[in-house]
C-alpha cells in the first residue's frame, strides 16, 4: 500500500513541475503592420512602427495615369448646331499606394520610405484650358495623361520595442507605390450624350 502512494505521489509531482505550454501570439497582420507606419491611424493591437521601408522592390512598368481636368461641357439639350465651349481646368496627381490584397486601410498619407517617392516629386499639378467645337448630341471633357514609375515591393516595419519578440516584421502583402513624372499630355475626349464621359475607353 505504502509503494502504491508513493508511485501515485511521485507522478502527481511530475505533472506540478512539468512546464506549462502557452501558445506563442499570432504573427501581426499586415493590417496592424501597415496601420502602424507613420501617417497610418495606428493600430489597436500593436505599438507605433519608428519605420515602415519598402523592401524587395521591384520596377513595374512606366504607366500613364489619366484624369479628368475640368468638368465636362456638352451640347445635349437638342440643338442642331455645333456650340464653342472651353474645356479643362486644374487638378493634381500624387503617389497613389495600394495593396496586393484586401488589407482593409487606405495606404494613401501612409509614409513608406525606400521606393521612388523619396527619388521623385510626389505629387504633379497641372492646368490647361482650350476652347472646343462639340456638336449636337455630344460631350467633351479635357483628360490628362501623366506618365508615372510604380514600383512594388513588401514593407519592412521596424518597431522600437519587441512585437511577438521582434522588432522588424515583414508584410506579406505586396504593395505597390506609383509616382507621378513631370511628363504630362493633355487631350479632349468626346462621347455621345448620355454615356460616361469619364470612362476613357468609351470613344462613341
Known amino acids: 500500500m505504502l509503494a502504491v502512494s508513493f508511485v501515485i505521489f511521485a507522478l502527481f509531482s511530475h505533472a506540478i513541475s512539468a512546464p506549462s505550454f502557452i501558445p506563442r501570439d499570432d504573427s501581426p497582420s499586415d493590417t496592424d503592420l501597415l496601420l502602424s507606419c507613420p501617417g497610418a491611424p495606428g493600430s489597436p493591437n500593436i505599438e507605433r512602427a519608428d519605420k515602415c521601408t519598402l523592401v524587395n522592390i521591384v520596377n513595374n512598368p512606366d504607366i500613364p495615369v489619366v484624369t479628368n481636368l475640368g468638368d465636362v461641357q456638352a451640347n445635349c439639350e437638342g440643338g442642331t448646331s455645333p456650340i464653342m465651349l472651353t474645356v479643362g481646368g486644374e487638378t493634381t496627381v500624387s503617389t497613389t499606394t495600394t495593396a496586393s490584397a484586401d488589407v482593409g486601410v487606405d495606404l494613401d498619407g501612409f509614409s513608406i520610405g525606400g521606393g521612388i517617392s523619396t527619388e ?32 512594388s515591393g513588401n514593407v519592412q516595419v521596424n518597431f522600437g520595442d519587441r512585437v511577438d519578440g521582434h522588432f522588424i516584421w515583414f508584410t506579406g502583402a505586396v504593395i505597390t507605390q506609383v509616382t507621378p513624372t513631370d511628363q504630362v499630355t493633355f487631350d479632349v475626349h468626346e462621347t455621345a450624350c448620355g454615356t460616361d464621359p469619364l470612362d476613357l475607353n468609351n470613344h462613341s
Request: aromatic content about 0%; hydrophobic content about 20%.
Open 120 to 151: 521623385s516629386g510626389s505629387s504633379t499639378t497641372q492646368s490647361q484650358s482650350t476652347t472646343v467645337s462639340i456638336p449636337p448630341g455630344r460631350q467633351s471633357v479635357m483628360t490628362m495623361s501623366v506618365l508615372s514609375h510604380s514600383q
